[in-house]
């Protein structure tokens, strides 16, 4: 009884539970849980719907690059908006739009009417949504816990979203399964996602940012929109260690995260396992995803974290190429489940060193920036990959990418030092110093 009180005390007092005493925080995040237990299930739906139609690859990449590039575009405006105007007010609008998008895709799937080139097109607007909201939904987490409890914050962000990753492909399974036809089969699906956004809509209605965050402080803007966007250029340009590291995950989107979206053609095709495969796949990253968000969750502080960074980037590595050449389908969900948890732990903590070096005046901007990396980085890769797949086939294809960032990573281990000394700190002076 006594090491269970004392996992428990550590737990709520210096590990993860941390952020949760925080009740708008709290709040907050069993929405987001429940809202990306339904963004899984849309994904799931639109990958297989997308390999119904096309049977191909480069499709697979094709739909999701679509939205990613919307996603990328409107990410940077978005991102200098969060910084001028309440964010919350934002982040209600999307959510309204995401409802929306989502019950047209499930009415015209009921319908019948729903073709790839009709689904590409509203991927494509939800991507813009998503644009506008992710700078948003990065920026809030700041503002509803103190700096010594960030970690905590984005770990339990992460575990829930993994946690999600998990749940949503079980959910989808089922709606795929039960159901008898293509309609009834993806249409309740969507229909599920746009009911479980209402869950973030209704609580940014309801939590309060804690005073001195950003939102207190915004007034009048004495600069113009362009003057604002290019002051967040010149800050990440002028802050020693953050393009580095924004350049080291690009490269992570680009190449280690794209996996995720072959998993298709990867379970039908490779080990014809099909939808159940698939399921299988998803929810074995999504389990070990969860594992890497927690260990973040469970630090008591910063130091130390860029290079336990790049060590499950090290990791990540090694273990992507055993997936490469899996041989046998409880292989490949072992080594998927190994790169969920690296590649999420590393995230995790780039994340983490990022909003601690960074002034609250400029987190919108940053976290566009960032939003740019790891959203519209992984349809870019996606494409590479599914091109790469086609031509060299599957376990060429993935040995290409993995190697290109072994390049990357051989060009920032040696600059860890430095990069250290400035994220891990506490930012000083303004924005502009």
């Known amino acids: 009884m006594n090491t269970i009180s004392s996992m428990m005390f550590f737990l709520a007092n210096k590990g993860m539970g941390r952020a949760l005493r925080h009740r708008d925080y709290a709040i907050y995040a069993a929405a987001g849980w429940l809202s990306n237990i339904g963004l899984w299930v849309q994904r799931i739906a639109v990958g297989w719907l997308t390999w119904t139609f096309t049977e191909s690859f480069l499709w697979l990449g094709v739909v999701v690059f679509a939205e990613g590039l919307a996603t990328t575009v409107i990410i940077p405006i978005a991102g200098t908006y969060v910084d001028r105007v309440d964010r919350l007010f934002l982040g209600r609008l999307t959510q309204m739009g995401l409802i929306l998008l989502a019950a047209v ?185 969860v594992f890497g968000a927690l260990l973040i969750a469970n ?66 901007r940053v976290m566009g920036l960032w939003g740019i990396i790891m959203r519209g980085g992984v349809p870019t890769g996606a494409v590479l990959l599914g091109a790469l797949n086609s031509w060299l086939g599957f376990r060429w294809g993935m040995v290409t990418v993995t190697l290109a960032f072994v390049v990357v990573l051989a060009y920032v281990i040696p600059r860890s030092n430095q990069l250290a000394a400035r994220l891990e700190a506490v930012p000083t002076g303004g924005p502009e110093s």
Not at 137 to 165: E, H, T, W
């Open 105 to 289: 895709l499930a009415t015209l799937t009921f319908l019948g009417l729903i073709n790839i080139w009709i689904l590409l097109v509203l991927m494509v607007l939800s991507g813009i949504a998503e644009g506008f909201w992710t700078p948003v939904r990065l920026s809030i987490p700041p503002n509803l816990v103190p700096r010594k409890d960030l970690s905590s914050a984005l770990g339990i962000n992460a575990s829930l979203f993994n946690l999600a990753q998990f749940v949503g492909p079980a959910v989808a399974g089922v709606f795929i399964a039960v159901f008898d036809t293509s309609e009834t089969q993806f249409g309740f699906a969507f229909a599920f996602n746009s009911v479980t956004f209402l869950a973030y809509l209704l609580v940014l209605f309801k939590i309060r940012f804690r005073e001195g965050a950003a939102e207190e402080r915004r007034g009048e803007q004495a600069a113009t929109f362009f003057e604002d966007f290019m002051a967040g250029l010149r800050y990440v340009r002028r802050t020693n260690g953050l393009l580095l590291v924004l350049m080291l995950m690009m490269s992570t989107s680009l190449f280690m995260r794209p996996f995720r979206e072959m998993f298709p053609g990867i379970s039908d095709e490779i080990f014809q396992r099909g939808a159940e495969g698939l399921a299988i796949l998803t929810g074995a990253t999504g389990i070990g995803a």
């Open 299 to 364: 630090l008591s502080k910063v130091e130390g974290l860029v290079r336990l960074v790049l060590g499950f980037f090290v990791f990540n590595v090694i273990i992507q190429l055993m997936f490469a050449f899996s041989l046998t389908f409880i292989v490949a969900v072992t080594t998927v489940a190994g790169m969920g948890f690296a590649v999420t732990a590393a995230g995790i903590g780039g994340q983490v060193l990022v909003q601690s070096a960074i002034h609250d005046e400029m987190r919108g």
